[in-house]
Nanobody, 126 residues
Framework: VQLQASGGGMVQPGGSLGLSCATS????????MAWFRQAPGQEREFVSA????????YYADSVKGRFTISRDKVKNMVFLQMDSLIPEDTAVYYC????????????????????WGQGTLVTVSS
């Protein structure tokens, strides 16, 4: 199983960036995919998650209203559209996957996801 994240880069505050995560070797009709991020010197934190079957989405309070997670069930890909970016969004962003549906109380926990991508760096700076 491999997850390949892409789309990171540098953007000015207020700008937008879109991340993609391609999966291979992971075929599931139900399950959960998520994005986490880790800023320098800080712990990894939950950003967003999506239930593969239903499309239900979940967001950290810090990104709600600015970020949008989506998935392509045909291509087995998940996306994170990031708008109104602020310097505090600077981090390495990781996509993660669980082949099983993660219960709501655990969707924000990194330990709920068995598969992780390599990360892509997002820098928000003027």
């Amino acid at each position: 199983v491999q997850l390949q994240a892409s789309g990171g880069g540098m953007v000015q505050p207020g700008g937008s960036l879109g991340l993609s995560c391609a999966t291979s070797g992971l075929a599931f009709s139900s399950g959960t995919m998520a994005w986490f991020r880790q800023a320098p010197g800080q712990e990894r934190e939950f950003v967003s998650a999506i239930m593969w079957a239903s499309g239900h989405t979940y967001y950290a309070d810090s990104v709600k209203g600015r970020f949008t997670i989506s998935r392509d069930k045909v291509k087995n890909m998940v996306f994170l559209q990031m708008d109104s970016l602020i310097p505090e969004d600077t981090a390495v962003y990781y996509c993660a996957a669980s082949s099983r549906k993660v219960i709501l109380s655990a969707v924000r926990a990194g330990g709920s996801y068995a598969y992780w991508g390599q990360g892509t760096l997002v820098t928000v700076s003027s």
